[in-house]
C-alpha cells in the first residue's frame, strides 16, 4: 500500500505561482514513477505531468509546458509540481499518482494509487 498527501493548493492571480507537494509513504522502495493529474469543473481528469523515482525522466502535457516544473525529493518520497504563469483555465483540483515500474505514462489507469487532490483557483 502506499499513502500520498498533497499540500500546497490555494488561491492565486493569473500570471502567478504555486507550489504543489506529495509526500508518498509505505510501498516506496524499488522503481516507480508518480505524476499529477488534474480535473476541471465539468470535465474529464487529464494528465499533466510524471517523473520517475530517480528524476531522469519527466514528462508533461503540451498545456503546461514551459510553466510547470515535476521534481522529486527521493530522500524525503515528495515530488513537487512547480506551477508558473499561472492562468484561469489552469482552475482544477489537483492530484497526486503514483505507478509501479519505471515507465511513465500518461494514462491514469496505469497508476495504483491516489492522493485526495488539492484544489488550484487562478483569478482573472
Known amino acids: 500500500q502506499v499513502q500520498l498527501v498533497e499540500s500546497g493548493g490555494g488561491l492565486v492571480q493569473a500570471g502567478g505561482s504555486l507550489r504543489l507537494s506529495c509526500a508518498a509513504s509505505g510501498r516506496t522502495f524499488g522503481s516507480y514513477a508518480m505524476g499529477w493529474f488534474r480535473q476541471a469543473p465539468g470535465k474529464e481528469r487529464e494528465f499533466v505531468a510524471a517523473?520517475?523515482?530517480?528524476?531522469?525522466?519527466?514528462v508533461y502535457a503540451d498545456s503546461v509546458k514551459g510553466r510547470f516544473t515535476i521534481s522529486r525529493d527521493s530522500a524525503k518520497n515528495t515530488v513537487y509540481l512547480q506551477m508558473n504563469s499561472l492562468k484561469p483555465e489552469d482552475t482544477a483540483v489537483y492530484s497526486c499518482?503514483?505507478?509501479?515500474?519505471?515507465?511513465?505514462?500518461?494514462?491514469?489507469?496505469?497508476?495504483?494509487?491516489w492522493g485526495q487532490g488539492t484544489q488550484v483557483t487562478v483569478s482573472s
Open positions: 499518482a503514483f505507478k509501479d515500474g519505471v515507465v511513465l505514462t500518461t494514462t491514469q489507469n496505469a497508476y495504483n494509487y
Open positions: 517523473i520517475t523515482r530517480g528524476g531522469s525522466s519527466t
